[in-house]
């Protein structure tokens, strides 16, 4: 009961880490084309245009989401899940050899 509870909160972690960021960066495109239509975003300058704001404040935000998505990457993907099982297919190696030279 309580494996298949760890799965699904494991299965969760992962999943929200791998299509959260994706989902993040569409979000926010939304969101700032609709800034940009209301006229919450607007650009002062002469050269610059709006499409050109839009997408220099995504780049900027998808920057910032780079590094918390990393964080939540390295606590859904934890490295201890895996190596454990490399120590435990080596020491099962380990035991075949031994059985076959004897």
Request: aromatic share 12%.
């Amino acid at each position: 009961m309580y494996q298949i509870f760890f799965i699904s909160i494991c299965l969760t972690r992962k999943h929200l880490a791998s299509f959260g960021l994706r989902s993040m960066f569409a979000l926010q495109g939304v969101v700032l084309q609709l800034l940009a239509s209301r006229g919450v975003i607007t650009t002062d300058h002469i050269w610059l245009e709006i499409n050109q704001i839009e997408e220099a404040y995504q780049n900027l935000f998808v920057c910032v989401e780079m590094v918390l998505f990393a964080i939540l990457q390295q606590y859904a993907f934890s490295a201890s899940d895996y190596s454990r099982e490399t120590e435990k297919v080596l020491i099962d190696a380990k035991e075949k050899r031994e059985k076959k030279t004897d």
